[in-house]
C-alpha cells in the first residue's frame, strides 16, 4: 500500500499545522479552563475548508481524499483535540452521511452549509440507556403520514448547543427492533427542541458536549434518510468513517505529546546534561515515536481503503483501538518525561492526557472496537 503524501497532501497537512499553531495554539489552556468552544477558530476552520474536506465540490465541499482528512485532523488534534473534534464530526458523520446516503434535496438543503461551515451539523446516536448497545434506542419517530413526531432525549451529543442540524436516530417502529430505526435531519429550529446544560468533562473541555431533549419535534418526511427502516445501517455504515476521524484525533494527540516531549528533552538539563541524554528520556521518547508510527500506519491504511472504496470496517476499529491506546501511553510519558511541570497547564501535557481518554469512549468504546475486529476476523 503506497503511503506516499502527494504535494496536495502535503500542502493540506502544512496548511492544518499553521492554522493549529497560529489560531488555536493561544488561548487553548484558557478555553480548556472556561470550557468554552473555539467559535471564531471552528468559523475559520469552515473558511479554510476543513469543515467538508471530503465533500464533492458540487455542495461546496473541498473533494479531498480521506488521507487529506486523516493529516489534517492530526494537525489541529496535536494542538487542540476539542476543536479537532467538533471538525470530526462534521466531516466523518454528518457530512459524509448525507453525502453517501442522503436525497438531492438534503444536500441542496443541508450539506452545502455544512460543507462550509456556516452551519454545525451534530450526530445524535447515543441515550441515557443507549450507548454501546445502539439498538436500544427509545427516542421515537412516530409516522403521521408526511411527517414524523420525534419524542425523547440523547445523551453525550458534539456540537450539541452550536449545531444548526441534527442527525436523530430514532425508532418507528418497535416491533422491527433495530430494522425499525430511521435517521431523520432535524432543524434547530423546530420547535420541542430542548438543550441541556453543557457536560463538566474531564478532557476536551472546550468541546461543546450536552443532553438534548426532543418533545413532540415535527419532521417532515423528506427529512428522512434512506428507506424507512434504514437509521441503525446508516450509523453503522457512518461510524466506520468516523473511526477513522477519531483515530485521526487520538494519533494526533500522541504525536503532539511526542514533540512536546522532544521539545523539552532538549532544554532541561539535570546533573549538567540534557535530558535527552539520559538513555532513560530516550527509551521513553523511542517508545513514543514508535506507537506514532503505527497508529499513523493505521490510520492511513483505514483512509486508503474508504478511498479505493474498500471494506474498511476492520481497519478503522484496528486504528482507532490502537491510536487511542497510543494516545494514552504518549500523554502519561509525557508527563513523566516533563516532571512536575508536566503536572500543571502551563506546559500542556496534562490537558493531552485529559483530552486522550475519550478517544478510547466515543464512536465505540475499546472493547467495541475489538468486537467489531472479532467479528470481521471470523467472517
Not at 87 to 98: F, K
Not at 119 to 144: H, M, N, W, Y
Not at 237 to 250: D, E, K, P, Y
Request: hydrophobic share 40%; charged share 25%; with cysteine.
Amino acid at each position: 500500500m503506497d503511503f506516499n503524501y502527494t504535494e496536495e497532501h502535503l500542502a493540506v497537512r502544512d496548511a492544518a499545522r499553521d492554522f493549529a499553531e497560529r489560531e488555536l495554539l493561544p488561548g487553548v489552556i484558557e478555553r480548556d479552563n472556561q470550557q468554552k468552544f473555539p467559535e471564531q477558530q471552528v468559523k475559520m476552520m469552515g473558511e479554510l475548508g476543513f469543515m467538508g474536506m471530503m465533500v464533492d465540490p458540487a455542495y461546496n465541499g473541498g473533494g479531498m481524499d480521506t488521507v487529506s482528512y486523516v493529516l489534517a485532523m492530526e494537525e489541529i488534534s496535536k494542538i487542540d483535540a476539542s476543536a479537532a473534534v467538533c471538525m470530526s464530526v462534521n466531516n466523518s458523520l454528518v457530512c459524509y452521511g448525507i453525502q453517501k446516503y442522503g436525497s438531492e434535496m438534503q444536500k441542496e438543503n443541508y450539506l452545502k452549509k455544512l460543507a462550509t461551515g456556516e452551519v454545525i451539523g451534530a450526530f445524535c446516536l447515543s441515550e441515557p440507556e443507549a450507548g454501546s448497545d445502539a439498538t436500544s434506542q427509545r427516542t421515537t419517530a412516530e409516522d403521521k403520514g408526511d411527517h414524523y413526531l420525534i419524542n425523547g432525549t440523547k445523551n453525550w451529543i458534539t456540537n450539541g448547543n452550536t449545531a444548526g442540524y441534527y442527525i436523530v436516530m430514532a425508532q418507528t417502529d418497535q416491533e422491527k427492533g433495530y430494522k425499525g430505526i430511521n435517521a431523520l435531519i432535524v432543524e434547530r429550529s423546530f420547535e420541542g427542541i430542548t438543550i441541556g446544560k453543557k457536560e463538566d468533562k474531564l478532557g476536551i473541555r472546550g468541546s461543546d458536549t450536552h443532553s438534548i431533549m426532543f418533545t413532540n419535534v415535527k419532521v417532515p418526511k423528506e427529512n428522512r434518510i434512506g428507506e424507512d427502516g434504514f437509521g441503525f445501517k446508516f450509523a453503522m455504515n457512518v461510524l466506520n468513517g468516523g473511526r477513522i476521524g477519531i483515530a485521526s484525533q487520538a494519533l494526533g494527540i500522541a504525536s503532539g505529546a511526542l514533540e512536546a516531549s522532544l521539545k523539552y528533552a532538549k532544554e532541561r538539563k539535570t546533573f549538567g546534561v540534557e535530558i535527552a541524554k539520559h538513555q532513560a528520556i530516550q527509551f521513553k521518547l523511542s517508545e513514543m515515536a514508535v506507537k506514532v508510527e503505527a497508529a499513523r500506519m493505521l490510520c492511513l491504511k483505514a483512509a486508503k481503503l474508504k478511498d479505493e472504496k474498500k471494506d474498511y470496517a476492520k481497519a478503522s476499529a484496528m486504528a482507532k483501538l490502537f491510536a487511542s491506546e497510543a494516545a494514552m501511553h504518549n500523554a502519561i510519558e509525557a508527563i513523566q518525561t516533563h516532571g512536575g511541570y508536566g503536572y500543571v497547564k502551563e506546559y500542556h501535557v496534562e490537558r493531552m492526557l485529559r483530552d486522550a481518554k475519550i478517544t478510547q469512549i466515543y464512536e465505540g468504546t475499546s472493547e467495541i472496537q475489538k468486537m467489531v475486529i472479532a467479528r470481521e476476523l471470523l467472517k
